[in-house]
Antibody
Framework: EVQLVESGGGLVKPGGSLRLSCAASGFTFSSYSMNWVRQAPGKGLEWVSSISSSSSYIYYADSVKGRFTISRDNAKNSLYLQMNSLRAEDTAVYYC?????????????WGQGTMVTVSS | DIQMTQSPSSLSASVGDRVTITCRASQSISSYLNWYQQKPGKAPKLLIYAASSLQSGVPSRFSGSGSGTDFTLTISSLQPEDFATYYCQQSYSTRFTFGPGTKVDIK
């Protein structure tokens, strides 16, 4: 079964750091670009960051650029998001999502999400 | 960044109704437009990619159309399991952006 499972969320104080992980299974992880997408409570979806299959291309939303770092380990079938200098507005459910190879970069597989709460 | 808008922001409909949701991009995105369905507490689910291609396993009552800046998601006959929030997303730019969502609830 094709699956993405996020972990690493939790409660952190403003200014703190957190590292999210996304474990992939059921497909050839190294062949796919991956993304992080977040959703603040009661709000819509916000794309956060993307990384190509070989890590050659990396992009960030302006809201997280300079604070968040996306990375991947293809040998471990894992995607990561290092989040530093966290702010209250970073509070959200964070999803990892796979890019559909044949479909104009749509996100075809999503994890269940991990909650990040930034609060003192 | 490319801005996405959706209309309406919400709608009430009955089972069996034909429902149409519109998405507009702030600049031409060719056919790089995707539609997702999200139910409360769940991850989004891909319905339509590249403006009009039905994702595998998605019922044929869902369809998409459009190109350039104006796009439409149509549900031909609304079913009880279709009550959800629908988001469009552009994948023309490497800085992907989502629309604000359209909530479809029961009339």
């Amino acid at each position: 079964e094709v699956q993405l499972v996020e972990s690493g969320g939790g409660l952190v104080k403003p200014g703190g750091s957190l590292r999210l992980s996304c474990a992939a299974s059921g497909f050839t992880f190294s062949s796919y670009s991956m993304n992080w997408v977040r959703q603040a409570p009661g709000k819509g979806l916000e794309w956060v960051s993307s990384i190509s299959s070989s890590s050659s291309y990396i992009y960030y939303a302006d809201s997280v650029k300079g604070r968040f770092t996306i990375s991947r380990d293809n040998a471990k079938n894992s995607l990561y998001l290092q989040m530093n200098s966290l702010r209250a507005e970073d509070t959200a459910v964070y999803y990892c999502a796979r890019v559909l190879i044949t479909g104009g970069d749509a996100f075809d597989i999503w994890g269940q999400g991990t909650m990040v709460t930034v609060s003192s | 960044d490319i801005q996405m808008t959706q209309s309406p922001s919400s709608l009430s409909a009955s089972v069996g109704d034909r429902v149409t949701i519109t998405c507009r991009a702030s600049q031409s995105i060719s056919s790089y437009l995707n539609w997702y369905q999200q139910k409360p507490g769940k991850a989004p689910k891909l319905l339509i990619y590249a403006a009009s291609s039905l994702q595998s396993g998605v019922p044929s009552r869902f369809s998409g159309s459009g190109s350039g800046t104006d796009f439409t998601l149509t549900i031909s006959s609304l079913q009880p399991e279709d009550f959800a929030t629908y988001y469009c997303q552009q994948s023309y730019s490497t800085r992907f952006t989502f629309g604000p969502g359209t909530k479809v609830d029961i009339k």
